[in-house]
């Protein structure tokens, strides 16, 4: 199971820039575990009593590279408003298209590596097809919208060395805030 430590942080930062390299399949055993254990971490964040137990922040995305594992994969588990979780399990993605809106996350994002507050947004895409593959090697092409299209670019950022702190503006957090949609 991973726990809370295991999740690089900012003063990781020369493994969090790398570039994380294309998964081969068919995926090793030692893979398959750890995209499970990342789901099931997320899961549990989410769940606020567990979460305040064991001293975790809640996630809904997790990179392998945020492990220190430099391959392009990542998870997704989204608590919906009924209890349930929407669910994705991500293997080298490619963004194919994306919507002129963009979009912020209005309250701010957030991310298991950087464990402080940062003012600013963060200009997303509202809606984007993404083309990957699941666990299994086939081939998944999906419309993506509003917290998943931002989850998504979150974590294909992350796959490739950027963290969203990289996408404020340094003089002006809130620059163009009038021409995007906070969500």
């Given at each position: 199971?991973?726990?809370?430590c295991?999740?690089?942080?900012?003063?990781?930062?020369?493994?969090?820039?790398?570039?994380?390299?294309?998964?081969?399949?068919?995926?090793?055993?030692?893979?398959?575990?750890?995209?499970?254990?990342?789901?099931?971490?997320?899961?549990l964040?989410?769940?606020?009593?567990?979460?305040?137990k064991?001293?975790?922040?809640?996630?809904?995305?997790?990179?392998?590279?945020?492990?220190?594992?430099?391959?392009?994969?990542?998870?997704?588990?989204?608590?919906?408003?009924?209890?349930?979780?929407?669910?994705?399990?991500?293997?080298?993605?490619?963004?194919?298209?994306?919507?002129?809106?963009?979009?912020?996350?209005?309250?701010?994002?957030?991310?298991?590596?950087?464990?402080?507050?940062?003012?600013?947004?963060?200009?997303?895409?509202?809606r984007?097809?993404?083309?990957?593959?699941?666990?299994?090697?086939?081939?998944?092409?999906?419309?993506?919208?509003?917290?998943?299209?931002?989850?998504?670019?979150?974590?294909?950022?992350?796959?490739?060395g950027?963290?969203?702190?990289?996408?404020?503006?340094?003089?002006?957090?809130?620059?163009?805030?009038?021409?995007?949609?906070?969500?």
């Open positions: 199971m991973i726990k809370e295991d999740i690089l942080t900012e003063k990781d930062a020369k493994t969090l820039r790398e570039v994380s390299k294309d998964v081969i399949f068919p995926l090793s055993e030692e893979d398959i575990l750890k995209i499970n254990d990342m789901i099931m971490y997320l899961r964040s989410q769940d606020e009593e567990y979460a305040e064991n001293n975790i922040r809640a996630g809904m995305g997790l990179a392998a590279i945020q492990l220190g594992i430099k391959k392009r994969f990542f998870v997704i588990s989204y608590k919906k408003e009924d209890g349930t979780f929407e669910e994705y399990k991500v293997i080298n993605p490619k963004i194919l298209s994306h919507s002129e809106e963009e979009i912020y996350v209005e309250e701010g994002e957030g991310c298991l590596s950087v464990t402080r507050y940062v003012e600013g947004i963060v200009p997303r895409y509202a984007i097809t993404v083309e990957y593959y699941d666990e299994f090697g086939n081939k998944q092409t999906k419309r993506v919208r509003e917290e998943i299209a931002v989850a998504f670019q979150h974590e294909i950022d992350h796959l490739n950027i963290l969203f702190t990289d996408k404020i503006d340094k003089k002006n957090p809130f620059k163009n805030q009038e021409n995007m949609r906070a969500i």
